[in-house]
């Protein structure tokens, strides 16, 4: 019995010896997946919240990534919206070595003042340009004060102050139907931009013309005072209808339709024609050609005016700038002989910098039958300008002049008459702009 009980304790302690290391390989595997699952879990709901917070950093992140808008113009600018308002005041002070009696500078026009100060001119413009996106329809009106504007108009019909009876058959010159402000307007004309191929812009009105190296405004012009070319060669404005189209950034074409040369109100039934060919092979070189034909004469339709007025300009750097420019007209006076006039124009402009330049002009015209000029003759002139630009917005100018003719046409003290002048300008033109408010 001892024996048998000896085996039985024995074989029941091996089997009590395995079974406990079983429990507790079992626990610990329940264990292990219970701490599997509760990480499952917890890597689903990461996720699921991962998964609910993005719509909303989404939706939070935008209104961060949109640009904030562009506050609206204030003061003058948001006033005038897309019409800018721009202007300059032109004054100087001439003298002339001849001193000419009537303190008056011969065959100059503009800055005609001798030994005294004077006021070439005030402008101010309004401009809307038309524009294919916002509005095809724009404007454009200059009005001018001064000697300057006095000249320009100078051949304009006197107006009344009130109506008075037409103008019997057989005069001249038609009744004016103008007001005395009229005298003040440079320029004033309706635009519209036509939706023809990349557009073709049409403007009726009163506007200056293409011809010409030189323009009205001394602020755009190399030197002050206007060449011999600007001043009996070409008109100052026309009034009717012209229309311009730019078949791409090198070739554009204008067309006209005018009444003539420097009148608003026609003096015949005729028409004067004419266009403009502009040509930029390269970004250096320019080229415009200018043509201009129709009757001039009053109540004449039938003895035509001729114009070909050519420009060339040629940058080589940014600091070097000439220009070239050559005039011929021709007009018949059946049964009189014709009468013709020719000149050359050329050009310098060095710049080193910003706000110095100088710049030289020398000029030959021939006014063959005294046409233009009142004086058959042969004149010539050269200028040297230095300019210097005062608080960027101030263009003051120093000028020598001498004007050559082979006939004595020049006022020489009391009465008397010299072949050549010399003169000494000291010019000061402040130029502004709405535009520089925007």
């Given amino acids: 019995?001892?024996?048998?009980?000896?085996?039985?304790?024995?074989?029941g302690n091996r089997a009590l010896a395995q079974s406990e290391p079983a429990t507790d390989l079992s626990s610990r595997i329940d264990s292990l997946e219970k701490q599997l699952a509760d990480l499952k879990s917890q890597m689903e709901a990461q996720k699921a919240a991962a998964a609910a917070a993005a719509p909303a950093a989404a939706a939070t992140a935008l209104p961060a990534a949109a640009p904030a808008a562009t506050p609206a113009p204030t003061g003058l600018a948001g006033l005038l919206g897309p019409t800018t308002l721009s202007?300059?005041?032109?004054?100087y002070y001439g003298y002339n070595s001849n001193q000419p009696f009537q303190r008056t500078t011969a065959l100059r026009n503009f800055d005609i003042n001798s030994g005294q100060f004077g006021l070439n001119m005030i402008e101010l413009i309004a401009d809307k340009p038309p524009d294919a996106t916002a509005s095809r329809v724009g404007y454009h009106v200059s009005l001018g004060f001064g000697q300057a504007m006095n000249l320009v108009n100078a051949?304009?019909?006197?107006?009344?102050?009130?109506?008075?009876?037409?103008?019997?058959?057989?005069?001249?010159?038609?009744?004016?139907t103008e007001t005395n402000f009229s005298q003040y307007l440079k320029e004033g004309y309706l635009?519209?931009?036509?939706?023809?191929?990349?557009?073709?812009q049409i403007d009726v009105g009163k506007f200056v013309t293409n011809a010409g190296a030189e323009v009205i405004e001394t602020k755009d012009n190399w030197n002050y005072s206007r060449g011999l070319l600007f001043s009996w060669a070409i008109p100052y404005f026309h009034f009717g209808v012209r229309a311009k189209y730019a078949f791409n950034s090198k070739v554009s074409l204008s067309g006209f339709l005018l009444n003539g040369w420097n009148n608003s109100i026609d003096n015949n039934s005729g028409k004067t024609t004419g266009f403009t060919l502009a040509v930029n092979p390269t970004k250096k070189l320019g080229l415009i050609e200018n043509y201009y034909v129709g009757p001039e004469q009053g109540n004449n339709n039938s003895n035509f005016r001729h114009l070909t007025d050519t420009v060339v300009t040629f940058n080589p750097n940014s600091k070097l700038s000439l220009m070239a420019n050559y005039d011929y007209g021709h007009e018949a006076f059946a049964p009189a002989s014709p009468v013709w006039w020719s000149g050359f124009a050329g050009y310098i402009k060095y710049a080193p910098n910003a706000k110095w330049a100088v710049a030289t002009r020398g000029e030959w015209f021939k006014d063959h039958n005294g046409f233009t000029t009142g004086t058959a003759q042969n004149l010539g002139e050269f200028t040297l300008t230095l300019e210097r630009l005062l608080a960027s917005k101030i263009i003051t100018r120093l000028e020598f002049r001498r004007d050559m003719?082979?006939?004595?046409?020049?006022?020489?003290?009391?009465g008397l008459l010299k072949d050549a002048q010399n003169t000494v300008t000291v010019g000061m033109v402040y130029a502004f702009s709405s535009a520089d408010a925007k």
């Fill in 405 to 414: 003719s082979d006939q004595d046409v020049f006022p020489y003290r009391t």
């Fill in 155 to 176: 051949t304009e019909i006197a107006s009344p102050s009130v109506p008075v009876t037409p103008t019997p058959p057989g005069t001249l010159l038609p009744p004016s």
């Fill in 1 to 11: 019995m001892a024996v048998s009980l000896g085996i039985v304790c024995g074989v």
């Fill in 87 to 91: 202007g300059f005041v032109d004054v």
């Fill in 191 to 200: 635009s519209y931009l036509a939706p023809a191929g990349k557009g073709l």
